[in-house]
């Protein structure tokens, strides 16, 4: 049973009524559907006294190739939005997630997150959606600029997003920043105009779920953000290699998972981009170089002449 | 224009006179050693290969083939620098060492002209007014940032790296080694270059250049070899960011083999960029702008406008002044002041250019290429263009690193930009019309670094270039050239 | 009679005229700049420049015992240096061309005198015409034409036609040489298009300056005027001939032209009959250059006679 705020729980039982439990689909597309692959896995509660169970659906390497299809077939538009629109998509991003946040703070509990822990993190979560919403037509500003070139040409660089950024979760061990860590780094990449694909950490599922539909209840175009549940380990090896994503984003730490991740990406030249020293709750974990990170600068030469 | 097309007359009458430049005041040693901790030194296992001139297949001198020990002796020698000297010392000293390098390549400008030049078969007007003076350029630029590095990171502190492994190819050999050497120093790391094995003469004058200025011993070290000096380098423990210009192939494989390493990488790869003229183009300029796309240093360049897309309209009238606009360009002797179109810069790069000019016959394009008479010996490829071709030509698809163009036609802007982006790289693009808004719209939706707009192959210190996708990661260039040479730390302080 | 001519000569269609970028000409005039032209090349190209001069003078204080000393300049460039060419023409105001002809009686020198209220051109049709055939009947080789700049930059496009076509017809068997007077046209776009009008109208040259205006020529209009030229030959088949006039002193530049000639419309312009300079102090210059080839020593100007 989920445990919602203290209310919801008493009217639950008073009324002893059967509660209705939620299918924790994957995100593709704007739409939830199940994995083609039928595979799944059982998710349990790890706070203490809850018997909350879940099955969580392995994403497969179909699940995520279509993913990747639908971010792609939106990025164009998304990044042709302007950036004063996007700003206040993510900030509606906010809204929702402050008027859920009950049911996140639930939900992380479940996750195995203290109750401070928990409330600490939504708000910071919060927070920092609404810390890149503002970036969004700032970013450009801080890194575009025009080049003072010695030829009559009018020279200046701008950023553009890469394109798809596929994102591999921060390791739950890692203080337990299921929801945090996931928002602080689809937040810089969407902002940007990228669109993005994903994947929940195996213990994490609820979370990521959840904000999915916070994603399909603001005004993300459907595509922007893609939410896959499953193994790391499993689909790792597909992030880094699929040609057709533009830049990588994990967290893993060890030395042979670094390796691997990069051999892949180098198939195609993948921008990889490794955040395992992050730590979400800090304030250096927000930042528009974060942003950068997943932007490719180009530059335009014009002539100045009659 | 209709179809009389009464052609022009370029044989008979006045030619100009051969006005080759001297190469009295060169000096060019029979042999040249490794440059390691400020003083030129033998190979560990004594072995040399020849450097020779390819314009005319003689022998220039000889050249120290660097080992794994000598890699780390260079390496070792680079760090103690950087520990010892280059890393203490005030950023406002170091900006002035960078300066003082920027003035010697001005006041010593004709000598490195004429050393690229019989190196490696560029004109010597290309050199001249192209390589040599934006190398001087690229050091002054980032001299200046060596003391300012803290405005150009808002928020942020930075710190070099280290120790960079430099590794550049033959196309501009002294140009990209400006380009990697000087925001590397700037940055206040120090460097081991590895120039390309076909030219390594113009970074052993630097070489010798950075003794005369007294740059602190270990600071530029340069090892030439081949592909195996540069695994070596890249391979290399103590080497913390690695900086490659070259194939996107050996990209690929050096963002392979460093994986797993702490290195930082910057990889400037390959292109096949679009040059996209439109109907409403200044016609006359584009031609020039094509041919500065394809011609221009043999078409060694990647980011070479090696295809062109040429609006339907127009693409008879376009073809036909650029069939003319070749037969003046002139071939032959790179010395010669008058030389358009100088000597490949070896055997193995024509043989690859040949067979890409067989692939695009036998793939039924139709080939034009200028009369220019090609010179006995040395290596040498006519301007040379294929009309008729698809998304599908090979032609199209890869690059060939040679003076071919492969020449669309489209009907609508969509439809070119479709075409444009067409492709696995995304280094530059071209976009030629006298509608400014149209201007924009094309060149936002090209997918590459550096897009010129009615110009092109335009370089500059103070402008970033790289590329989108399979043509690399980071930028050269421009305060964007800076951060792949630091790295970066946030404070906590709201 | 206008009438006549209009309908011999069509008004181009100007909306294919093609745009013209101007950093891209500075570029390509760069270019030519810096071909080296040395030993043979360059005493040819300084012969041919010599031939190609329209020994010009166009002032109020112009007398006739001043015609005659340029007339005797344009016959005895330089004595001492044997087998030299002579000049093209000689250029004048419509009231010396007898002088002009008295002067260069026996000499296949041409005589081309401006008419059309030069240089300003600020008069009425008929004055024009009526200038334009009392220097034919005066004897005038050439006519060199000022066009009407201010319906140029009106965008009267159908007058400064139709009184080109008006002036040719006028000229008889006379040249006529039409001056865009490109200082005064603002953009290298109108340069384009005034030399689209002209060649339409029947021009046999197209010129750029009159030398009353700054800037006179320069290499950046004259490349647009040759490209002009050029794709009308494309066109037609029919040559045009090109005269830059004002600002080129120097043999160095005049041979910079050359080479743009050569490039932009290959050998067969190299002629007196295709390509002229209109200049004063040009054939010193280039006579020095000259005897420099010949001595190898650097010349002073002492030793060349100014006229």
């Given at each position: 049973m989920t445990p919602k705020s203290k209310a919801q729980d008493k009217s639950n039982t008073n009324k002893a009524r059967t509660r209705v439990s939620k299918t924790y689909k994957l995100f593709i597309a704007g739409k939830f559907p199940r994995t083609e692959s039928g595979r799944y896995y059982a998710f349990t509660a790890q706070s203490a006294g809850s018997s909350f169970k879940a099955n969580i659906c392995t994403s497969s390497r179909k699940d995520f190739r279509n993913a990747v299809v639908a971010a792609r077939s939106v990025q164009k538009s998304w990044a042709a939005a302007s950036a004063c629109l996007r700003g206040q998509i993510l900030y509606r991003l906010a809204e929702i997630l402050e008027d859920r946040r009950d049911q996140f703070i639930g939900e992380l509990i479940l996750q195995g997150a203290s109750i401070k822990h928990a409330n600490k993190e939504v708000d910071a979560s919060i927070d920092r959606l609404v810390y890149y919403a503002g970036w969004s037509d700032k970013y450009q500003q801080i890194f575009s600029n025009v080049n003072p070139v010695s030829s009559s040409h009018f020279n200046f660089s701008i950023l553009e997003p890469t394109g798809v950024v596929a994102i591999l979760p921060p390791a739950a061990e890692e203080n337990q920043c299921g929801l945090l860590g996931m928002i602080s780094n689809i937040a810089p990449a969407i902002v940007g105009g990228n669109t993005c694909v994903f994947l929940t950490n195996e213990k994490q599922p609820l979370t990521a779920i959840s904000f999915a539909e916070v994603i399909q209840a603001s005004d993300v175009p459907g595509g922007v953000v893609n939410i896959l549940t499953g193994s790391n380990v499993e689909l790792m090896a597909l992030f880094a290699s699929h040609?057709?994503?533009?830049s990588l984003v994990h967290m893993e730490k060890s030395l042979e998972d670094n390796k691997k991740i990069q051999e892949l990406a180098s198939e195609n030249l993948k921008r990889v981009i490794c955040?395992?020293?992050?730590?979400?709750?800090?304030?250096?974990?927000?930042?528009?170089y974060m942003i950068e990170e997943t932007q490719e600068v180009k530059t335009t030469w014009h002539p100045i002449g009659n | 224009m209709t179809e009389t097309h009464s052609s022009l007359n370029f044989d008979t009458g006045w030619q100009y006179a051969p006005a080759p430049e001297s190469t009295e005041h060169i000096q060019i040693d029979k042999q040249y050693k490794l440059f390691i901790n400020g003083e030129f030194s033998a190979p560990q296992q004594g072995k040399y290969f020849t450097t020779s001139n390819p314009a005319t297949e003689e022998k220039l001198s000889r050249i120290a083939q660097a080992g794994k020990s000598d890699v780390n002796r260079a390496v070792r020698a680079a760090r103690n620098a950087y520990e010892q000297t280059w890393s203490k010392m005030p950023s406002k000293e170091r900006a002035k060492y960078i300066f003082r390098i920027a003035r010697a390549i001005q006041e010593r400008a004709r000598e490195f002209s004429v050393i690229e030049t019989l190196d490696g078969g560029k004109p010597i007007r290309e050199s001249r007014d192209i390589d040599i003076p934006l190398a001087a350029a690229h050091f002054f630029y980032y001299a200046g940032w060596a003391d300012k590095l803290k405005y150009a990171f808002p928020g942020a502190q930075v710190k070099p790296l280290g120790v960079a492994g430099q590794i550049i190819p033959w196309n501009f050999p002294l140009l990209m080694a400006a380009w990697k050497i000087a925001p590397a120093l700037a940055c206040g790391n120090t460097v081991v270059i590895k120039p390309a094995e076909t030219t390594s003469l113009s970074a052993l004058k630097l070489a010798e250049l950075f003794q005369d200025i007294d740059l602190p011993p270990g600071v530029v070290n340069i090892v030439t070899g081949d592909s195996s000096t540069g695994a070596a380098l890249v391979e290399h423990?103590?080497?913390?960011k690695i900086a490659f210009t070259g194939s996107t192939s050996v990209g690929k494989q050096i963002m392979h083999s460093i994986a797993g390493s702490h290195k930082k990488y910057s990889l400037e790869l390959g292109g096949k960029a679009a040059n996209i003229v439109f109907a409403d183009a200044p016609i006359d300029q584009a031609v020039e702008g094509i041919v500065n796309a394809i011609f221009f240093n043999q078409g060694h360049v990647?980011?070479?406008?090696?295809r062109l897309l040429v609006q339907e309209s127009v693409a008879e009238e376009l073809c036909f002044k650029l069939r003319e606009r070749m037969q003046t360009l002139i071939l032959g002797d790179p010395l010669d002041k008058n030389t358009d179109i100088g000597a490949i810069n070896s055997k193995v790069q024509l043989d690859k250019i040949q067979s890409y000019i067989n692939i695009g016959i036998d793939e039924g394009g139709q080939i034009y290429q200028s009369s220019a008479k090609l010179p006995n010996k040395g290596y040498w490829c006519p301007p040379t263009i294929f009309t008729g071709m698809a998304q599908s030509n090979r032609l199209v698809q890869e690059e060939i690193f040679g003076p071919v163009l492969a020449i669309q036609s489209f009907r609508t802007a969509s439809e070119a930009i479709d075409k444009a982006n067409n492709t696995a790289y995304g280094l530059s693009g071209g976009v030629w019309t006298d509608k400014g808004s149209k201007i924009f719209k094309v060149t936002s939706a090209l997918r590459a670094g550096v897009i010129w707009a009615n110009t092109f192959n335009k370089f500059d210190p103070a402008s970033p270039f790289g590329g989108y996708k399979e043509s690399g990661m980071g930028r050269e260039g421009g305060i964007q050239g800076l951060s792949t040479y630091l790295s970066m730390e946030l404070s906590n302080d709201a | 009679m206008a009438t006549m001519a209009i309908s011999k000569s069509k008004l181009p269609d100007l909306s294919k005229i093609k745009p013209v970028d101007e950093i891209g000409v500075n570029e390509r005039v760069e270019r030519f700049c810096t071909r080296s032209i040395k030993n043979e090349a360059k005493n040819t190209a300084l012969k041919l420049t010599l031939s190609m001069i329209d020994l010009t003078t166009l002032e109020g204080q112009d007398t006739p015992g001043k015609v005659k000393q340029l007339c005797q300049k344009a016959i005895h460039l330089h004595s001492s240096l044997p087998g030299l060419p002579s000049v093209a023409a000689v250029c004048v105001y419509p009231t010396m061309i007898g002088t002009a002809r008295e002067a260069l009686k026996n000499h296949d020198i041409r005589i081309a005198s401006v008419a059309t209220?030069?240089?300003?051109?600020?008069?009425?049709r008929s004055v024009k015409l009526m200038e334009t055939k009392y220097a034919v009947s005066e004897g005038a080789d050439e006519i060199d034409m000022v066009i009407s700049r201010g319906a140029m930059l009106a965008g009267e496009y159908s007058a400064v036609f139709d009184e080109i076509a008006a002036i040719k017809e006028a000229c008889g068997t006379a040249h006529l040489k039409v001056i865009l007077e490109t200082g005064e046209l603002g953009t290298l776009d109108r340069v384009r298009k005034a030399s689209e009008l002209a060649i339409h109208a029947g021009a046999d040259f197209i010129k750029t300056s009159t030398g009353k205006i700054q800037p006179a020529a320069t290499m950046q209009t004259t490349l647009v005027m040759l490209q002009a030229i050029r794709d009308h030959y494309h066109a037609t088949g029919n040559k045009v001939g090109m005269k830059p006039a004002g600002g080129i002193s120097t043999s160095k530049l005049a041979i910079h032209y050359l080479v743009m000639l050569r490039e932009t419309l290959g050998n067969d312009w190299l002629t007196p009959a295709l390509f002229r300079f209109g200049a004063s102090s040009l054939a010193n210059d280039v006579l020095m250059q000259l005897q420099r080839q010949t001595d190898g020593l650097y010349q002073s100007p002492d030793y060349f006679s100014k006229d």
């Open positions: 040609k057709d994503v533009n955040r395992s020293e992050m730590r979400w709750h800090e304030n250096i974990a927000e930042s528009p | 423990p103590d080497v913390d990647c980011c070479a406008g090696s | 209220a030069f240089p300003s051109g600020m008069s009425t």
